[in-house]
């Protein structure tokens, strides 16, 4: 088997576990994945955005990304706020409650995660699993 082969069924592996992962832990946790989520996480993380950033971001249209931020907005997760940059534009930011919910469901996501560490994982297996995080940071 090449080496081109081998890295490339390494990879779908890895992409096929981690999905699994992920999803396992969401389902798990009552924490599953929507739009909205993705889109408060996306603010989470760039602190302020405007729409059409937030669209390209997530690879919808405008439109659907303004329904999804009125809801939200409707919900008390976003506030709009006037740009910094631009006095005509408007920037959506999370809300108090938004950064509440977000950080409440990954400490959920989290103590699960540990849980399942403790129940199943030797000393061996954690020093394999911190091998492996470190390998995967290098990806990044």
Known sequence: MSTEIATQQLAEELRQLISHFVRN???????VRTSQYETLDLLDSHDV?????LARLRG??????????????AQGLVL????????????????DQARAA????????????????????GQQDR?????GLSALRKLL
Request: proline share 0%.
């Open 102 to 121: 977000l950080a409440d469901a990954r400490e959920q996501r989290a103590a699960w995660i540990a849980a399942r560490i403790d129940a199943t994982l």
């Open 25 to 31: 832990v969401r389902v798990s946790t009552a924490t």
């Open 60 to 73: 919808v249209k405008h439109q659907s990304m303004r329904l999804v931020i009125n809801e939200l907005e």
């Open 127 to 131: 020093d394999d699993l911190q091998k």
């Open 49 to 53: 955005l405007s729409i059409a950033d």
């Open 80 to 95: 709009r706020q006037k740009s910094a940059h631009d006095a005509r534009a408007q920037v959506i930011v999370l809300s």
